[in-house]
């Protein structure tokens, strides 16, 4: 689904007359004693370069279709783990480095769809390039006559739009927590894709659809089939066609065409809503006639309706801490979806938000199970008290209860200062920013309805 009806007839490019573009570009990433002009001239970067990347050295392979079809069963029915406008994607076995065989992932692109063989380049070419831990890895491609196939690590735990709009069980409902951390990672793997690759990448099709979940529920980026390369030099935007999927594009971009680094910040914000309400950004039946997500959430924000925007599933109604991470969650999806693109934070901002939100969180839900089991700061204490009593030398007894007496008051005198110190600098921050919020009398952002 898109942005407006811009899909009109592709003309093919057909790969298969010059194999040396696609392997070009993978040979280019097969060499690290060629680094990118800004890891070269300082140190730092470089070292930044090396902790992001995974396997940069590793080629990506070129693979036959009939390997393809061995590895999923002849892409049987029973192999097929998802389907979109793209295609259809199959779970496989592939020997993927000599003599070690892994799950794969293996998406047959319909040629007859939206994906042409332009997007199939960009994304082998892209990912060829770009290796981070949040971005999901492409082992290879097919492109034997025909077919346009791609091999990426297989992920388990699927899509987050499975889990945010397809759960069945109560068992299955992400908590407040795991969606921070998921929308977390993503954010890293969007700052990899703005800061850390040279040039710098607009991701331009960010959605919960396209954030896939590894174990642990790690999310890796997936799909760049509609990457764009950033503006280069005095440039500040990008001009291209209207691309993306309705309500998540950004207004400015949806209107005019022209992309920024800041039209993904949109994007983000929307995944945001998408995350703390359970919703759809589009077509929900419960916002009535307001059918985009943005334009229902945002007013009851700006009214301080935190729980009527809150999953239901999310439980926050008699946990404080978590409607106070909800409410911090809110702020930060507000400001990624202003209608001004220049107010809106950068993705190292978005980053630094979320991974204060994280540490809220779980800080506080250290804190209440301490409260409650009894176990926690005073757990050493009470083993050094017990200690000192079972001492056979009367003196060193006396001497080690009183040590231990005294380390408590301390130690409890220093948790109650950090944390009213905590307390104090959070309520300041978000009362700000609250405060700023309140001032802006501008309507939240609009999109127009298809």
């Known amino acids: 689904m898109t942005c407006c009806s811009c899909f009109g007839p592709r003309r093919r490019h057909d790969v298969t007359k010059n ?4 392997k070009g570009f993978s040979d280019h990433n097969s060499r690290p004693d060629q680094p990118s002009p800004s890891s070269a001239n300082n140190p730092a970067r470089a070292s930044q370069d090396s902790e992001t990347q995974q396997d940069p050295s590793k080629p990506t392979q070129c693979f036959t279709y009939r390997e393809l079809a061995t590895a999923t069963n002849n892409f049987r029915l029973e192999s097929m783990i998802g389907r979109g406008g793209f295609g259809s994607v199959y779970k496989g076995m592939l020997e993927t480095t000599p003599g070690q065989l892994k799950n794969v992932a293996v998406k047959m692109l319909d040629t007859t769809g939206h994906q042409g063989d332009k997007e199939f380049l960009v994304e082998v070419l892209m990912l060829s390039l770009l290796r981070h831990e949040h971005l999901v890895t492409l082992f290879g491609y097919c492109a034997e006559g025909d077919q346009r196939l791609l091999v990426y690590e297989y992920m388990p735990f699927g899509s987050v739009e499975d889990h945010i709009h397809g759960y069945g069980s109560e068992e299955e409902v992400l908590d407040l927590s795991t969606r921070m951390q998921i929308a977390l990672g993503s954010a890293k793997g969007l700052a990899y894709l703005h800061n850390v690759a040279q040039p710098p990448v607009i991701y331009r099709d960010l959605k919960t659809a396209n954030i ?22 005095d440039m500040s935007h990008v001009s291209t066609r209207v691309m993306g999927t309705h309500g998540y594009c950004a207004p400015e971009y949806a209107s005019t065409g022209k992309l920024t680094m800041k039209s993904d910040i949109y994007s983000f914000g929307v995944v945001m ?8 950004p589009i077509g929900d039946a419960c916002m009535g006639a307001k ?5 229902w959430a945002l007013p009851l924000f700006r009214d301080q309706e935190i729980r009527k925007i809150a999953d239901p599933m ?50 506080k839900k250290k804190k209440k199970k301490e409260s409650n089991t009894g176990y926690g700061r005073g757990v050493e204490l009470e083993k050094k008290a017990a200690v000192a009593v079972s001492s056979p030398n009367e003196t060193t007894r006396m001497l080690s209860v009183n040590e231990v007496e005294v ?3 301390v130690e409890v005198e220093e948790d109650e200062d950090l944390e ?3 307390a104090v600098a959070d309520a300041k921050n978000w009362a ?7 001032r802006q009398s501008n309507e939240p952002p609009k999109q127009t309805t298809p």
């Open 273 to 280: 809503l998408e995350l703390i309400t359970g919703r759809k």
């Open 314 to 363: 999310l439980s926050i109604q008699g946990h404080h801490y978590l409607e106070e991470a909800v409410e911090r969650a809110l702020v930060l999806a507000y400001m990624c979806l202003r209608e001004d693109a220049n107010a809106r934070p950068t993705v190292k901002e978005v980053v630094e938000a979320l991974d204060n939100i994280v540490k809220f969180i779980e800080r």
């Open 407 to 409: 380390e408590v008051e």
């Open 432 to 438: 700000e920013t609250m405060r700023a919020l309140r």
């Open 19 to 22: 194999p040396n573009l696609i």
């Open 212 to 233: 896939l979940l590894d174990h642990g529920y790690k999310a890796k980026l997936s799909d760049f089939g509609l990457a764009k390369f950033g503006p280069s030099g």
């Open 291 to 295: 059918r985009l997500l943005v334009n």
């Open 420 to 422: 009213r110190e905590r």
